[in-house]
């Protein structure tokens, strides 16, 4: 079970089918697939729009919480760990039955301890901050499945972030978005509000077919009893996907401290030479000519008055219109009022979050030729 953020299903299935995986199956912020182990290690390390990978170990029904704990407690725990593994347990319920999701973690937690007790007089601890293995038990109504968390913390910590200026994209978002858009690295790609840099980066390494895992430090299956190394390392060493291309990735921004934050993310994802960033307002900005795709995610205007973010959003528009011929332009903003004054048409409009915050991501084709006839003014 990869998990994903809402929006993405599509996407991420494409990702998983191009691995080879089997029998993919799109849910709600889920997509559900089945292959090997090689097969759970390398949607961990290459697949950009998964947040984590989940191993469903049981399946059962229960119809109360002794029978839950007593089922749970029969399972061969020591086929998953042994006595030295910290573990954690967490939950997710959708019952009439189990409502309370905290106490359900902390049965199957009991069961866990009682089934190693009872075989051993001895218990594995729970470290719920930083643990060897990480299970999860999903609910819905009187079905259990539990689950083993093979990815560990979420897939969208890369490790090439060092810094970041406030409000940067979370990278499965901006991988997620690259995608979406259709950007295949062969023609200039854009982002002049780049903030920390976070989807620059992210399309130098979809343009490169770099694994988005090189980075990680750890995942959570090489704890597990049944680690195979050396499956690891060939999925690690694969570089079938990488592909010889000099794409052109330009970014800018207004902010002094931002451009140096993108600046060290870059160099610490080894890829400050496939990207170039200058600390420039995008109204003094022009890109080069041609086709090109610019995906960017502008302020929304939390900190700014009604009619400064009206007049903003209305410049930024007049700026794609004049200078961006041949562009697609993807924009991302939280702001779906500020984003009227564009004074332009947009197609493919899909509902995403940042976080917390409901955005809307679009689409402007500004065509070239005439100005007067092509503009999609409204
Ligand atoms: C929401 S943040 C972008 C975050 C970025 N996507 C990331 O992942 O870090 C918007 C950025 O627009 C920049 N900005 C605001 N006005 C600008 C302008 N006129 N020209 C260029 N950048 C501008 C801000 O400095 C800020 O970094």
Redesign the pocket.
């Known amino acids: 079970m990869a998990k994903t953020l809402h929006g993405l299903e599509g996407v991420l299935a494409n990702e998983l089918k191009a691995i080879g995986a089997e029998n993919v199956e799109e849910q709600r912020r889920m997509v559900n697939f089945t292959g090997t182990t090689e097969m759970l290690y390398r949607a961990n390390f290459q697949v950009r729009t998964a947040t984590r990978i989940l191993l469903p170990i049981h399946t059962f029904k229960a119809k109360d919480e002794e029978e839950l704990y007593s089922i749970a407690k029969k399972f061969d725990w020591t086929s998953i760990m042994d006595l030295s593994h910290k573990f954690a347990v967490d939950a997710t319920v959708n019952s009439s039955i189990f409502t309370h999701s905290h106490f359900m973690a902390l049965k199957l937690k009991d069961a866990i301890v009682d089934h190693f007790r009872d075989r051993f007089g001895k218990r594995p601890f729970v470290d719920p901050k930083n643990p060897h293995i990480q299970i999860h038990i999903h609910i819905a109504e009187q079905d259990c499945t539990i689950l083993l968390d093979s990815s560990g913390e979420s897939l969208h910590k890369r490790g090439y972030r060092l810094h970041?200026?406030v409000?940067?994209?979370n990278e499965v978002l901006?991988a997620g978005l690259i995608m979406l858009s259709g950007w295949d690295g062969t023609t200039p790609f854009i982002d002049?509000?780049?903030?920390?840099?976070?989807?620059l980066i992210e399309a130098a390494l979809i343009a490169k077919g770099m694994a988005p895992g090189i980075f990680r430090k750890q995942f959570a299956f090489e704890n597990w009893l049944d680690f195979e190394k050396e499956t690891f390392e060939k999925v690690f060493n694969d570089e079938s996907y990488e592909r010889d291309i000099d794409p052109i990735i330009i970014g800018?921004?207004?902010?002094r401290r931002?451009v140096d934050f993108a600046q060290s993310n870059l160099k610490e994802a080894g890829i400050q030479k496939l990207i170039s960033i200058e600390k420039q307002?995008?109204?003094d900005f022009f890109p080069p000519e041609g086709q090109g795709t610019v995906i960017t995610?502008?302020?929304y205007g939390e900190r700014l008055k009604k009619d400064q973010i009206t007049t903003f959003y209305k410049q930024l528009g007049d700026t794609f219109k004049q200078r961006y011929q041949g562009y697609s332009v993807w924009v991302l903003s939280g702001n779906g009022e500020a984003l009227k004054n564009f004074g332009l048409h947009a197609s493919n409009p899909t509902t995403l979050f940042n976080g917390p915050i409901e955005c809307k991501y679009q689409c402007y084709n500004i065509y070239s030729g005439s100005k007067k006839a092509k503009y999609q003014n409204k």
């Open positions: 970041q200026d409000a940067p994209l901006a002049p509000l780049c903030g920390s840099g976070t989807l800018g921004d207004i902010s931002a307002s995008i109204f995610n502008p302020p």
